[in-house]
């Protein structure tokens, strides 16, 4: 188990950038797989991106493909989500998530057994 700390959210204006934290406690964490989520306004969980164990191999939704990056530290136990170039759709409650998962699993919520309490990002337009 690890437990995971979002931060790093905010009010950020259309076209601007935001990069999202998530810190990890516990020694397993570079065992994890890492997510991240979001639920806007009215709108179930989706998927956002993810990142392997390793960090050799990431995938993102299509909506943020080019404009965000997933990375991670795992001598710090940390993972990030760089947001470029935002967009008012992207607001939402991030959340970041941590499981033993790969492949096209790692784009399926359920597949997640550790998360974060999630943290506000809202794009102005």
């Known amino acids: 188990q690890v437990q995971l700390v979002e931060s790093g959210g905010g009010l950020v204006q259309t076209g601007g950038s935001l990069r999202l934290s998530c810190a990890a406690s516990?020694?397993?964490?570079?065992?994890?797989?890492m997510g991240w989520f979001r639920q806007g306004p009215g709108k179930e969980r989706e998927f956002v991106s993810a990142?392997?164990?390793?960090?050799?191999?990431?995938v993102y939704t299509d909506s943020v493909k080019g404009r965000f990056t997933i990375s991670r530290d795992n001598v710090k136990n940390m993972a990030y989500l760089q947001m470029n170039s935002v967009r008012p759709e992207d607001t939402a409650v991030y959340y970041c998530?941590?499981?033993?998962?790969?492949?096209?699993?790692?784009?399926?919520?359920?597949?997640?057994?550790?998360w974060g309490q999630g943290i506000q990002v809202t794009v102005s337009s």
């Open positions: 998530a941590a499981g033993r998962v790969a492949g096209t699993a790692m784009t399926q919520a359920r597949f997640y057994d550790n």
């Open positions: 516990g020694r397993t964490f570079s065992s994890y797989s």
């Open positions: 990142i392997t164990w390793t960090g050799g191999s990431t």
